[in-house]
């Protein structure tokens, strides 16, 4: 497979850059910082569109799907508080970028995508990066039970509820994260399981995402 993986000083430098444009937006997890100082986002893009690698924005990934913004990015992982060795469930690979930081930061991942072209790509590039997730296909409203249960679980797409199946597949001190709203506009919202059946949510900033689309979202 002919992909072009360079990670010059031109691409080292934006990256800089960026992790201090991110730590003034208020993103202040060493790790996190870290972890987007370290994984090549130009990888994610096509050459021609290296340029646009290291901005603050979202980018189209094809199938009408995004990669997500590195704000948006840094802000779910801080929120995830993510320690060595947890197991972390992430809904919406998309491109691989946010599995990728995950894995920086010392997660197991279980990362499961709909469409089937995204999924086909990043089980193809990212062992290639060297990076080891465990990579599903199919419909991720529903988490995945069989690997239950799960020290954390993120969401990656902008969901209408959030799914009661998926909050049992948390561990009890485990931390949800997903961006809950309508088609236009969600809040973030993270949920810690503080008993087997005691929940605290807190909802945070506004974000756009893609849809999550499933049995149980839109
Ligand atoms: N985290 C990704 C990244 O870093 O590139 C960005 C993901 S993109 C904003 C959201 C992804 O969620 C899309 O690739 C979309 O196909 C996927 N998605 C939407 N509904 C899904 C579902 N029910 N199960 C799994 N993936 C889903």
Redesign the pocket.
Known sequence: MAYKFVDNYRERGARKKLVEHLKGRGIEDQKVLEAIGKVPRHFFFDETFWNQAYRDIAFP?GDG????QPYT?AYQSELLHVKKGDKVLE????????TCILLELGAEVYT????ES?YQRTIQVLPYMGYKAKFFLG???KGIAEHAPYDKIIV??GAPFVPEIMLKQLKVGGIFVIPVGDEKSQKMVTIIRVGENDFDRIELDTFR??????DQ?W
């Open positions: 990934i799907q995004t990669i997500s990015v809904i919406g690979t998309g491109s691989g970028y946010q499961i995508e709909r469409q995204l419909d991720g409203s990656t797409a995402f893609v849809p999550l689309v499933g979202a």
